[in-house]
């Protein structure tokens, strides 16, 4: 479920140029954006801030952050870890219920200082310690989404979406991104049908936010014309990869009997899941369920939240809920 963070890293590859940026007056962030045009894929930029990082690109998932990879070179390449290395704990405290951002947050730190992690190395019985020591924070620019997601990270929506529009006829991160975009209105003029037409392409390259958002479009006729049956089959599809909102609607589906047979155990099982995976919202959605085999006259009558907020992060937000501010996402920083 989780979006996997844009790579932050902390040394440059013997192949790129490295561009080397400082914060001034305005700040960090607009420093990094001011960057951006000028940077090729393969490029670097370098980031001078009091700020450090480890060189990791990670994802999360019920037990915690999993490993994408670590920049050779970096801190974290260095310290050995590698893809599918799982780490349970920060400076001991553990972050299986932990949102991402602020377990991302616990590994970085002032350039210098050690972050001490707990990690389960793939295909290992046991967790080993790894202390690591923050560097400086580079951004690669791996390829054209790249930028969209730095954008997105520094809440420049407007660029992000100039960045998405080119890369949108064939990725489709680009194509979810835009099509979150669209339906919240963020960044660019709100278009049901746009954001249901990328959705759509998207959610048919297996991408599980684009499949949950076009579940949302069905459920609302927005877009397309309003059909409860093919909701339920997208979101279905999309919980099945994961995607922690997608399971919460999918429970909500089996609850209110949306596009299918009321079904209150299966919608207790994928309220579980979506709880499991830290999405608390779901919580609340289960215990209106009542004892188990029960359904609550209140549960019986109530429908589906209704769709997304924020358009960046909205990728990684189920309806009403803004996005990337991680209420319960994933997504979405690194460290």
């Known amino acids: 479920m989780r979006a996997i963070a844009f790579a932050v890293l902390l040394a440059a590859s013997a192949h790129a140029r490295t561009i080397n940026v400082a914060e001034d007056g305005s700040g960090e962030f607009a420093a990094v954006l001011d960057a951006l045009p000028a940077a090729q894929p393969g490029d670097v930029i370098a980031l001078k801030s009091k700020q450090g990082m480890v060189g990791l690109e990670v994802k999360q998932d019920r037990q915690g952050l999993v490993v994408v990879r670590a920049l050779p070179g970096s801190p974290a390449y260095a310290a050995g870890l590698k893809p599918g290395d799982r780490i349970l704990l920060i400076d001991d405290r553990d972050i299986s219920r932990m949102p991402l951002a602020q377990a991302v947050q616990l590994i970085r730190g002032a350039p210098g200082t050690t972050v001490k992690l707990r990690v389960l190395k793939k295909g290992a019985d046991t967790a080993e310690p790894v202390s690591i020591v923050r560097g400086q924070a580079l951004f690669a620019i791996d390829d054209g989404f790249s930028k969209v997601e730095i954008a997105r990270q520094f809440k420049d929506v407007a660029a992000a979406v100039r960045y998405a529009l080119p890369l949108a006829k064939t990725d489709k991160r680009a194509q979810s991104f835009l099509a979150f975009a669209y339906y919240n209105g963020s960044g660019v003029s709100q278009d049901y049908a746009e954001s249901a037409r990328l ?106 939240a209704s769709p997304a907020a924020a358009p960046a992060p909205a990728e990684h937000a189920r309806p009403a809920v803004a996005p990337v501010s991680l209420s319960g996402a994933e997504e979405e920083l690194e460290p």
């Open 199 to 304: 959705a759509k392409l998207s959610a048919e390259a297996g991408y599980a936010p684009s499949q949950r958002l076009l579940g949302v479009l069905y459920f609302e006729g927005k877009g397309v014309d309003k059909d409860l049956a093919a909701s339920a089959a997208w979101t279905r599809k999309a919980a099945l990869q994961g995607d922690a909102y997608a399971e919460r609607n999918l429970g909500q589906d089996y609850a209110k009997g949306i596009g299918m047979a009321p079904d209150p155990d299966q919608a207790r099982v994928w309220y579980r899941k979506a709880i499991a995976a830290g999405l608390t919202l779901a919580q609340k959605d289960l215990d209106e369920l009542g004892p188990e085999g029960a359904m609550s006259d209140e549960t019986a009558g109530q429908l589906p």
